[in-house]
């Protein structure tokens, strides 16, 4: 039986729909909110309907599956696959992008701009990512693309991960009960968890007190992952000298956060993934998946 594949309009928050619709079209893949009828549905997130119709299968183009009833899915026998293995080069790109902002300071030379002021750095304000560390926390597809390119600009490289086997371009891997001792030497500590109950709120007062006052947080894993307050208190403290942040508690990050003012934050907007191919990265998934569907084996990025 050929696959009936539904996009749902969510996947705008990514890429037209209409785009992913032209790329499947080999299977008549129809945009439609409505799942009735359809075998399997392609989401930017869940919704309620999804457990209600006859979908044996849904595909999220997010890595992040935090939002999905996994044991309700379970119950109900419809698998969950994920699009992790696509973000490696885009938000390793991103997170580097945020280190490099605040090793040249190039954050700071963008916002004088604004107001056309010509303002050098102290001589000991700018510094090289050359030299410097990073303690990379997670180190799956997002981990390793922050580590292959930290490793490459000459950074001492980190990480954090429960199975505790080497990984090339980590010089040491910790596993999560030695977090603090993991993150308290580096200059720059990347947070590419998934959000788990185990990772909800990893980083709080406690691990920004051991982090070094001139160390920067990156967060391209998601907001839970930090205790926002704790890190708003952090940054205001001096406990840590700034963060590049591209995701929060909540989203869009309101506008009285206090995080939009300081001069010592980038905020991007969950954006860190966006890249032009996104579609069709996702559709070759999806393709391949629809394949072994139809052939009985068992899909790939299978989260449940
Ligand atoms: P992967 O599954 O490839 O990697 C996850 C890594 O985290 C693994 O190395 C895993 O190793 C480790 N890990 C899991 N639990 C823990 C824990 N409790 N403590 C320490 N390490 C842990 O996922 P991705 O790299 O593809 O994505 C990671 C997350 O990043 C996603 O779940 C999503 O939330 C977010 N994301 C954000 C994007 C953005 O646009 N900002 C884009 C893509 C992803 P082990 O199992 O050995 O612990
Ligand atoms: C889409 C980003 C993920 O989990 O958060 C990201 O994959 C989605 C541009």
């Known amino acids: 039986m050929p696959t009936r594949v539904a996009i749902h309009s969510s996947v705008e928050r990514i890429f037209p729909a209409e785009k992913l619709r032209s790329l499947l079209s080999e299977y008549d893949a129809e945009v439609s909110d409505d799942v009735a009828g359809f075998d399997a549905v392609v989401s930017f997130g869940h919704e309620p309907e999804f457990l209600e119709a006859d979908l044996d299968w849904i595909h999220c183009v ?11 899915l379970r119950e109900r026998g419809i698998r969950l696959t994920n699009s992790t293995g696509l973000h490696g080069d885009s938000v390793g790109e991103t997170a580097l992008g945020f280190m490099l902002q605040f090793a040249r300071r190039l954050h700071r030379y963008r916002s004088d701009q604004a107001d056309k002021a010509w303002d050098p750095p102290a001589w000991d304000e700018a510094f090289t990512l050359n030299g410097e560390s990073v303690c990379v926390v997670g180190l799956g597809t997002l981990g390793l693309g922050v580590a292959r390119r930290a490793d490459a600009l000459g950074m001492d490289v980190t990480g954090v991960r429960r199975t505790p086997t080497p990984v090339e ?9 030695a977090l603090v001792e993991a993150i308290s030497d580096a200059r720059f ?20 007190d051991a982090m070094r006052e001139d160390a920067y947080l ?10 926002q307050s704790a890190l708003v208190s952090a940054l205001r403290s001096g406990d840590i000298a700034g963060a590049g942040l591209d995701v929060f508690e909540e989203e869009p990050l309101p ?39 139809e052939a009985g084996d068992s899909l790939t990025n299978l989260v449940v």
């Open 218 to 227: 990156v967060n391209v894993a998601r907001g839970g992952v930090v205790d």
């Open 255 to 293: 506008t009285d956060s206090p995080l939009w003012e300081m001069e010592n934050v980038v905020v991007t907007p969950h954006a860190a993934a966006a890249t032009v191919d996104y579609a069709d990265r996702i559709a070759a998934l999806v393709r391949e998946n629809v394949r072994r569907r």
């Open 189 to 208: 500590v990347a947070l590419t968890v998934p959000l788990t109950d185990e990772t909800e709120g990893l980083l709080g007062a406690a691990e920004f």
């Open 169 to 177: 371009h980590v010089s040491e891997v910790y596993t999560p009960d």
């Open 62 to 72: 997010r890595a992040g599956y935090d939002e999905f009833p996994l044991d309700a």
